[in-house]
């Protein structure tokens, strides 16, 4: 997981997604993503951080979370955390 610097339609994405599972993806199909729509949203391919996990079938997804974690107007960061809730099978 981390910042990637880059989004689902380039080469640098495929390579990674190819081999493990796009956390956020998994979760907006199964339901279960929310997002806060601020200055670093996670939205489709303005995405730039990313929690990717193994395809081996070990973890199991539960949900991916944006939070707002704004402190009144004031943004602690450029990038907003992507929370990732996984089960080990």
Known sequence: MGDFNTNPETSDYNIIAKVTNDA??????????????GIGATHNSSRLDY?????????????V?????RVGTVHPSD???????LTVK
């Open 24 to 37: 956020w993806p998994m979760a907006r199909a199964a339901g279960t993503a929310t997002s806060f729509n």
């Open 51 to 63: 929690v990717f996990y193994s395809k081996n079938g070990m973890l199991s997804l539960n949900s």
């Open 65 to 69: 979370n944006v939070p707002d974690t």
């Open 79 to 85: 990038h907003d955390p992507v929370v990732a809730v």
